[in-house]
Structures are given as structure tokens and as C-alpha cells.
Nanobody
Framework: QVQLVESGGGTVQAGGSLRLSCAAS????????MNWFRQAPGKEREFVAA????????YYADSVKGRFTISRDNAKNTVYLQMNSLKPEDTAVYYC??????????????????WGKGTLVTVSS
């Protein structure tokens, strides 16, 4: 069992930066591939970024590539999402998700085993 709690959301102007954190509890965190998804108002939830269990491999949606960076600290049971050059279209609730099977390439909601409750990011123009 893995419990996930996101933090770090807020309101920022376009061009600014935020860093989201996802704190995990549970002994199996280190075997999980970790993901960030987001859901904008009126839209379906979409994949943002993923990182392998050991942190060596990362994957990004085209819309955030070059602006967002996913990382993890397994000693702290925490995964991060550094978001730079934010745009109004990045406004969304951001969710942390864990794939217990350790596949960082999935990008599919249905493959995620655990979810956090989300943190709201608002980017003003």
C-alpha cells in the first residue's frame, strides 16, 4: 500500500516557476514508477511526466518537454515536479500517481495503482 500527498501548488504568473512535491508512505515506494498527471477545468486528466523506480529514466508529455523536470529522492520517499516557464494552459489540478509494477512508459491512468488527491496550480496571464 502506498499513500501519496501532493504539495506545492499555488498561483503564479505566466513565465514563473513552481515545484510540486509528492510525499509517499509505504515500504514499496522504491519499486514504483512515479507519475504526474493533470486535469484542467473541463478537460480529461492527462499524463505529464514519469520517472523510473531508480530515477534513471524520465518521460514527458510533448506539451511540457523542456519546461518541466521530474525527479525523485528515494531516501525521502518523495517525487518532485519542477515547472518552469509556466503558461496559462498549465493551469490544472496536478496529481501524483504510482505504478506498483514499475513501468514508467505506460502513461495510462488505468495502469496507476495509487493516486494522491491533487494540488491546484493556477497560472495567470
Amino acid at each position: 500500500q502506498v499513500q501519496l500527498v501532493e504539495s506545492g501548488g499555488g498561483t503564479v504568473q505566466a513565465g514563473g516557476s513552481l515545484r510540486l512535491s509528492c510525499a509517499a508512505s509505504g515500504r514499496t515506494f522504491t519499486r514504483c514508477a512515479m507519475n504526474w498527471f493533470r486535469q484542467a477545468p473541463g478537460k480529461e486528466r492527462e499524463f505529464v511526466a514519469a520517472i523510473s523506480s531508480g530515477g534513471a529514466y524520465t518521460y514527458y508529455a510533448d506539451s511540457v518537454k523542456g519546461r518541466f523536470t521530474i525527479s525523485r529522492d528515494n531516501a525521502k520517499n518523495t517525487v518532485y515536479l519542477q515547472m518552469n516557464s509556466l503558461k496559462p494552459e498549465d493551469t490544472a489540478v496536478y496529481y501524483c500517481a504510482a505504478d506498483w509494477h514499475g513501468d514508467p512508459t505506460s502513461r495510462r491512468e488505468r495502469d496507476m495503482d495509487y493516486w494522491g488527491k491533487g494540488t491546484l496550480v493556477t497560472v495567470s496571464s
